[in-house]
């Protein structure tokens, strides 16, 4: 059954992804990787505006200084992802296997590959809370503009 899909940008490559509803949270990248990319670019800005600021420059003298007297380095940023092991291809599966695309041009979501309608959104499912029950008409003692 095909499921509605949401085409968008990826907010740093500028890619168009597709993302079924069942995967749709409401992402603005188009996998991890731009994702991690992102964020270590965002944590090496906020760390350079820190460090124009006057705050920013008293903690790194004192935190030089901290660290003359030691001679250890100090990490003021989240540490780096684990290094993967080697990659390894299995001799029969011949070299690198493309994706295959469809013969009937169907429309796939980018991260499971479900077949989504022909129609696109261009925002996020809304998923909104439940509603609370709504009393109608109000009790005397609650109606609008009542003191």
Known sequence: MECSARLFHC??????????????????????ACAQAARRQSTHAAGRRYQ?????????????????????????????PP???EARLCAESGGWVGRVEDPTDAIHCHRCGRVCQPWLRQAP????????????????GQ?????
Request: net charge positive; hydrophobic share 20%.
């Open 83 to 85: 290094v993967p092991g």
């Open 125 to 140: 499912l809304r998923r909104r809370p439940a509603r609370e029950a709504v009393i109608w008409p109000p009790p005397p």
């Open 11 to 32: 907010a740093r490559c500028h890619c168009q992804v597709v993302l079924c509803s069942h995967c749709d949270r409401g992402q603005i990248y188009c996998g991890r």
């Open 52 to 80: 124009h600021s006057r705050r920013g420059r008293r903690a790194h003298a004192e935190r030089q200084r901290r660290y003359r007297q030691r001679r250890r380095t100090k990490v003021t940023h989240q540490g780096s």
């Open 143 to 147: 109606r609008e503009g009542a003191p």
